[in-house]
């Protein structure tokens, strides 16, 4: 296992103004007469803080053997220097924190985990010590004939500990150096099979991978670089993972959480998991799963198959098609709205919990969806998404 990852406030350039501490969730951050410090123990990287911080002091991430008490920290006039060799470590740590800010950035920014959500590992493998996956599986989901490529690969872990929550997301760097002669970049993928893995008690995950290959103006093809290369990837072949990462889109653990699933292609991995998740623990639990999932066809939505074997008790199933022949082109806002009584009426409970997931074109068309389906029903809904929000029960990732 490698160092802790410390998170510190730069004493240096922090302003006093009490945005942090204000901020935090759980209470991590505390101060003196001379510096606002993060206490070790209760910090869990949520990165509610980084955002609203007005001078970026608040971004110190250092690898440590033994965390720095609030004494030490209260002592600083500046961060003692980092451990030689961090740098990487830290640019990596802030690589994910990015990624996912953005892909938070208009349904979340500041949004909770549920309050039953089990407390996730962040961080564990990073850059200079990831985890060796070894690929045991993969799947294409799209049909053969479909214009998507979009795969199921499974990544085991043999007996490297690699802890996941249904809702996070791992990384991976594509090998090789880009046209400047530097490292790429890492990307992103949620964990499409619940904390026990694939099947239970393997330690193993599994990603939902879309190929990317677009068709540029000049009649080439642009081939993305990660996405290609896990797409590629055979039985037996070795992957260095880093994560997990995310702390806020978490699936609620309460078997009485109703819980609206709204996705478009790849963003069905998480639901996957919640689904695999409740089907193994919670299944005859009160609460509801109902996943709106979109596509051109039948043939471009991943999994299409394997949904059509659960049972609906388990999960209630939209699945919306764009792009049947000869019929009206349909999309999940429009089958929502076809529902709207009953998704105001569960919008409207305490237990329910709403995700969205998917390319960023998905939130305005849904948010625009529950405005309507709101006023239809007396609530408006920017109030009660913020509100929902603040409790930890509104979720956005999209990329
Ligand atoms: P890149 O090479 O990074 O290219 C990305 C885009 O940039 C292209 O589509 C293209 O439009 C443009 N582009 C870049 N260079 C050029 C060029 N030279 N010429 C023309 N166009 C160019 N993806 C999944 O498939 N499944 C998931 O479950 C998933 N989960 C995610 C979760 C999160 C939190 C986030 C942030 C992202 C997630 N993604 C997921 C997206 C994933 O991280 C990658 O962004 C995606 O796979 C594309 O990466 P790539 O390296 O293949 O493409």
Redesign the pocket.
């Known amino acids: 296992m490698g160092a802790v990852k410390q998170h510190l406030i730069d004493p240096e350039i922090c302003i006093r103004c009490n945005t942090c501490e204000a901020t935090c969730p759980i209470g991590a951050i505390t101060h003196d007469d001379h510096n606002y410090v993060v206490d070790a123990s209760i910090c869990n990287a949520c990165m509610d803080c980084i955002a609203p911080c007005p001078t970026g002091s608040i971004d110190n991430w250092r690898p440590v053997a033994r965390p720095y008490s609030l004494d030490d920290q209260f002592s600083w006039t500046e961060l003692p220097p980092a451990v030689p060799g961090s740098e990487t470590i830290d640019a990596l740590e802030d690589e994910a924190a990015a990624?996912?800010a953005?892909?938070h950035a208009r349904g979340g920014g500041h949004a909770k985990a549920p309050a039953s959500a089990a407390k996730p590992r962040v961080n564990l493998h990073i850059r200079a010590n990831p985890a060796m996956a070894t690929v045991t599986g993969n799947f294409r989901i799209t049909a053969a004939d479909a214009e998507s490529d979009?795969r199921h690969i499974i990544l085991d872990f043999a007996t490297t500990p690699f802890p996941v929550l249904e809702g996070q997301?791992i990384g991976i760097t594509?090998p090789g150096v880009g046209a400047q002669g530097r490292q790429h970049?890492m990307?992103?993928?949620?964990v499409?099979s619940p904390r026990d893995g694939e099947r239970p008690n393997t330690n193993n995950l599994s990603?939902?991978?879309?190929r990317?290959a677009?068709r540029?103006p000049d009649g080439g093809i642009?081939r993305?670089?990660?996405?290609?290369y896990i797409c590629d990837l055979r039985k037996g072949d070795r992957v260095a993972v880093t994560g997990p990462f995310?702390a806020t889109f978490l699936m609620p653990d309460d078997p009485a959480a109703d819980i609206l699933m709204v996705c478009t292609g790849?963003g069905a991995?998480p639901f996957r998991a919640f689904t695999e998740r409740r089907r193994r623990i919670a299944h005859r639990g009160p609460g509801r799963l109902w996943l709106f999932f979109g596509a051109r066809t039948p043939q471009e939505l991943p999994y299409f198959g394997p949904l059509q074997k659960v049972p609906r008790a388990l999960l209630e199933q939209e699945l919306v098609f764009s792009r049947l022949p000869g019929q009206k082109r349909e999309y999940v806002q429009h089958r929502m709205a076809s529902r709207g009584p009953e998704l105001a009426q569960l919008l409207c409970r305490p237990a329910t919990h709403v995700f969205l997931c998917g390319l960023k074109g998905l939130e305005a068309g849904v948010d625009d969806a529950f405005a309507a389906i709101g006023r239809d029903a007396g609530f408006e809904w920017p109030a009660l998404r913020a509100a929902m929000r603040e409790d930890g029960r509104f979720h956005s990732?999209t990329?």
Request: without cysteine.
């Open positions: 990624l996912l953005e892909a979009v997301s594509p970049a990307r992103l993928y949620s499409a990603l939902t991978v879309k990317v677009e540029q642009f993305g670089i990660a996405s290609n995310g790849t991995a990732e990329y």
